[in-house]
Structures are given as structure tokens and as C-alpha cells.
């Protein structure tokens, strides 16, 4: 029962999972945390979440596809209180990164920790194209 | 790469997410929290079981769709011992909504907390129709 | 609107929900956690994702697929300190249960946790048939 799945592999953990599979018309994407080009996250939540988002983009273009493509996100952050006194700005930056009031649905919880503790978002996003 | 999507757009964060995204068949769902009809979310689990089960219903029948059409289920609690403790009766109370043994996948984990420090329960369903 | 679904019932909770529900070519499964064949679970992590694991094998195999159609998962862990303590016997380990590089997007998140203390990892796959 073979499926036809298309593979973006990237990042120090490329042999362990995928960042993007898509299979038809879906694109299930990995987890993104908010690492910068040097790999290292930055401090403060807005700029993390800039960051994942700019992985979600990275991974989407790799399927020439874009943050209209994303349709649903949930978002797992290590501090709501946090989140909720940022939320202002946090949807601002996102919704500049949507360009648009953002089509996706969205999940919002906090855990207890991402895999690096200075992560502080990890945004799961799915896409269809 | 434009896709069709159909839009769900409700509640006080209506220009950040969307409740229910539709593309082809499937209906990515944002999750649902236990707010009743004034915003507030009743003390007991079981009674926001309920709420967050309502809208869930009211996102699906949005799209023409009834618990019938839910595949996959995930519950975001922030206490699973009360949550074990009332597992009775949170699924005899699921079990009426669904009106038969519900034919959906479902994953259950304790997060640290939701949106708001009131809230026990967040469910975050697709759909299929 | 009635969809045409594909259930897998099993376990003592076969009445709450489904193992897997397949709906076209998407098969959707209830998160696995570690328990061995008594049904308890393993002391160690790398165990019960190894039991895990294990589960969803048995899922797949009813709907005639194996991990090769796995696309997405998700790891809910207890313990992040513990998780990437071992990664590298973790992975190892899920790189022979795949029986290659895995062709899946995976996100990690530590929850607070699972419905029984003794858990450690919950599984929760997406495949494609």
C-alpha cells in the first residue's frame, strides 16, 4: 500500500523527521520553535514567534506554497501568562505575517516545556495545497 | 496556489482565527473551551465538558455538519486526576451528545493550563464531510 | 451528510472512542501510549515508546498499513529532561520500527500528564492509505 509522499528534510535533526510530508493535497508539518539563523532562540516570546513562523514559511516554500496554504496552527507555549500579556503584539507580528486576517483555525495551550528550555513557542501547523 | 477554503469566523478573536476552515472534505476545527452563553466558563468540568461539546456542535452545524462527521478528537485538560475522578461521567455526558458510541479517535493529555485560568477543558476536533 | 467511516475498536475504552477511523485515505488514530501485554507499563522510556509504537502497529495493521503510511506525530511526554537524556535510544530504537528514516513530521512537547501516572509518552499518528 505505497503512498507518494513528498519529503522536506532539514535541520540537525533531518534523519530523525521530516520538517514538511505531504501526501495529495496535504502538507503535515513538523513543530517549529523559534530559533534564529544562528540556531539559538531569541529572549523575549514575540521574536520567537517571528522566528517559528519564519520556519513555517521555509517549510511551506518548499512545497510552493505559502501562509495562505496554512489552514489549521496550534500553538504550544511554555508560559500563558505570558502569552496572554504579549497577545496584543503577538497577533500583530502574525497577522503581518499572514497579510491578511489569518484563514486557519487555531489551538492555543501551555505545557510544560519544549525540547530546549529556552524555547518558549512551538507552532504545529498543517497546510493544503 | 489558491485553495477554496470556507471560513468560520466567531466569538471575540474572530479577526485572529477562525473557528472551523474547510477545504475539500475536511474541517479543521480551532479547539472549543467550556464558556457558556454569558462568556463565563461553569466550575465543574462536566458542565464545561458540555459548553465546549455546544460549540464544537455550533462550528459543525456552520458547515452543514453533526457530530457525525467528527473523526478526531483531542482533549486538552489541566487536571487529569479530576478528570479520571469524573471519567464516568464526563463520557455518559459525551455519549448524549454524540447519541451513540462515538466513532472518533481520541487522545487525552494535561496541559498546563488554557487560555484563561478558568478553563479545564479545551477539545479540538476535525471533521470530515 | 453521512460519511463512510472505517473504525477500529479495541481496548477497554472501546465504547468511548476508536483506535483509528479511516475516512478516504486518511487515517486518523487515538494517541498510543506504552502499556506491554499485561497492560501495564514498562519502567523505562524507551519501553514504552517502544510499546507505543508497538500499538500503533496493531492500528495500522487493521487498516492494511504499516509506519510507511505514518505522516504525522505527535510525542506527549512527561518528562523533556528524561526524553532528551535518551534520544539517542529513543531514536535508534524508532528508526528499527520504521525501518528507515522516517518519512513523518514529528513535534515533542512535554505535557504534565497522561491518564495514568505511570505513563510516560503518548503517541498520536496521523497515516495515509
Chains 1, 2, 3 share one sequence.
Not at 503512498?3 to 508539518?29: H, N, S, W
Not at 544562528?38 to 517559528?52: F, H, I, R, S, Y
Not at 502569552?83 to 489569518?102: C, H, N, Q, S
Amino acid at each position: 500500500m505505497a503512498i507518494e509522499k513528498k519529503l522536506f528534510r532539514d535541520g540537525p535533526y533531518a534523519d530523525l523527521f521530516c520538517q514538511g510530508v505531504r501526501v495529495g493535497d496535504t502538507l503535515y508539518m513538523a513543530g517549529q520553535v523559534g530559533t534564529d539563523e544562528t540556531g539559538a532562540a531569541p529572549d523575549d516570546l514575540v521574536g520567537q514567534m517571528k522566528c517559528a513562523y519564519a520556519h513555517v514559511e521555509t517549510v511551506l516554500a518548499e512545497f510552493g506554497a505559502t501562509m495562505d496554504n496554512v489552514v489549521d496552527e496550534t500553538w504550544f507555549v511554555t508560559d500563558i501568562d505570558d502569552t496572554m500579556a504579549k497577545v496584543g503584539d503577538l497577533f500583530a507580528a502574525r497577522g503581518e505575517i499572514y497579510g491578511k486576517k489569518p484563514e486557519v483555525a487555531q489551538t492555543l495551550v501551555q505545557v510544560v516545556a519544549l525540547v530546549d528550555p529556552s524555547f518558549k513557542i512551538e507552532i504545529k501547523c498543517v497546510a493544503v495545497l
